[in-house]
């Protein structure tokens, strides 16, 4: 196969991807934003996690909610727990690095908030103890997942949201995980801001 055939099976299946999620996550997606808006409504937070490629596509969401999309308006209250270097790898070194989020939510979390989890492979260990920490701070979950939902999905509760990408390929995954949560930051600001 040339490099060139290559390059062309990634984009095709990229794109099948995205068709494949766009059928069956429309609906997840809006329900997901909708939530994400109350949040906001209710004067309340994202916190936002993941694990390499999927803690960019966390970060992402909450520099566009500080800053903004498309358009001007409002910043928004939105933390990426995936930013503070000194925080991580200290907790990382004298805990575990499975509590490099759930410490962080027990920390800054709060009654309300909503956790925007983000992985790729779904099996990530300080993801699920992200989530039960949230749980037990009364913080729902919207869990961006793939394949079968790995240890997160059965860890989700009536009140979370999972949003499962069809496919097993990691790199489609985070591709789609970024589509998505384009596809909320514009649906928050059009339900907040119109236009």
Known sequence: MS???RIINHFSDSIQTKQ???????????????????TLLNDKKILSCGNGGSAANAQFLSSAMLNQFERE?????AIALTTDTATLTAIANDYHFDD???????ALGQSGDILMAYTGDSNAAN?????????????????????????????????????RVPSSSIARIQE?????THCMCDLIDHQLFGG
């Open 3 to 5: 490099l060139q055939d």
């Open 20 to 38: 494949d999620a766009m059928v069956s996550l429309c609906e997840l997606i809006e329900f997901a934003s909708q939530r994400l808006v109350a």
């Open 73 to 77: 308006r409002p910043s928004l209250p």
């Open 100 to 106: 490099i989020f759930a410490k962080q939510i027990r």
């Open 127 to 163: 993801l699920a103890k992200a989530i039960t920490t949230a749980h037990d701070k009364d913080i729902s979950v919207i869990a961006l997942t793939g394949h079968d939902g790995g240890m997160i999905a059965p860890l989700l509760n009536e009140t979370d949201i999972e949003i």
């Open 176 to 180: 789609v995980h970024l589509l998505i």
